[in-house]
């Protein structure tokens, strides 16, 4: 019989964010995903266009509570606040649990108590600014930070004398998202936006997850104008293919990017302006950087240490 540190888990999980997700599910066990008919947000399952392997099932709610499984691993406060009550059986609700917190606190910078009070329950976070800023309480919490995977062969070329902004909906969530900082900027640098609704500030529209990495490689480099958010995984690609990224010094991206080794971040956005109007005059500096981001990307934020951190927490509370 295989030991409990080798052998598959059942993980019981929602389709929260897809990209996460996918990464996610290369972690060496069996994810489980709650659908709903009509497969509404949170319950779609395998929809998309995402490769998701075969260790990826569907489970329908009405099911759940029939199923056995290992972990329970919560994305959404609505989950935890709703299914966890409503769709687990008694005995599912006191399985080995983890919650992923995907964002920081947005009521409160600094003293939102998380709604996950339980000490049985691992608060996982994606990046250290998330759990510096949440106020935990006695639930414990590990930091878990992103690992991607971008298509085979996709590099920086930078040959595009523009720079690319990758946001969902940045009308729609204003000045937390920078919306105010785009525009403010576009008036110096050429920028182009791309995400959902961007067509609604003058932006081209969303491109596919299989093909974003591929549509960004030819920009001349990733600006990031949010204030308030976690490390976004487009950052994260933009970094992996070599591509350098100018942003806000805010939350997890003041740690990442190095000025003048991997980019430029600052909180003065005529610096940062400054910055990518070089870059834009020349291209083998931003190169150069875009080495410098591959390179912190290849070292922080691989897929392997990815994987290799969920295999060891699932097992931790499996145990």
């Excluded at 996460?20 to 599910?25: C, D």
């Excluded at 919560?74 to 009550?85: A, E, G, L, V």
């Excluded at 009308?171 to 900027?185: I, K, T, W």
């Excluded at 003048?260 to 291209?283: H, Y």
């Amino acid at each position: 019989m295989p030991n409990n540190t080798s052998r598959r888990l059942r993980v019981l999980t929602w389709h929260i964010h897809g990209n996460y997700l996918y990464y996610l599910t290369h972690a060496h066990h069996d994810f489980y995903l709650v659908t709903k008919p009509g497969h509404p947000p949170g319950y779609v399952g395998t929809v998309g266009v995402l490769p998701w392997g075969d260790n990826v099932h569907e489970v329908p709610a009405d099911q759940v509570a029939s199923q056995g499984f290992d972990v329970i691993l919560f994305q959404h406060k609505t989950q935890w606040d709703n299914d966890r009550i409503n769709l687990l059986s008694e005995a599912q609700r006191h399985l080995p649990r983890i919650y992923i917190e995907h964002d920081p606190p947005q009521e409160n910078a600094f003293e939102q108590r998380h709604w996950v009070d339980d000490t049985n329950t691992l608060l996982v976070h994606v990046t250290h600014f998330n759990e510096l800023m949440w106020d935990h309480g006695n639930t414990p919490t590990r930091v878990i930070e992103h690992g991607v995977i971008v298509p085979q062969g996709v590099r920086y070329t930078g040959e595009k004398e523009r720079g690319i902004v990758v946001i969902n909906h940045l009308r729609q969530r204003g000045r937390r998202l920078g919306n105010d900082v785009f525009a403010s900027v576009k008036k110096h640098v050429p920028l182009d936006l791309v995400g959902m609704d961007a067509e609604s500030v003058g932006g081209i529209g969303e491109i596919g997850n299989l093909d974003l990495a591929a549509f960004c490689a030819g920009y001349r480099f990733f600006f990031n104008p949010i204030r308030w958010t976690s490390l976004g995984l487009a950052i994260v690609e933009a970094m992996t293919i070599g591509m350098p990224v100018v942003g806000l010094a805010a939350t997890e991206l003041a740690t990442v990017i190095r000025n003048g080794e991997s980019g430029f971040v600052d909180t003065n956005v005529k610096s940062l302006i400054d910055a990518m109007q070089r870059m834009l005059r020349d291209p083998k500096e931003a190169r150069r950087l875009g080495n410098g981001a591959r390179k912190v990307a290849m070292e922080r934020f691989h897929i392997d240490r990815f994987v290799r951190d969920w295999n060891e927490t699932l097992r931790d509370v499996s145990r």
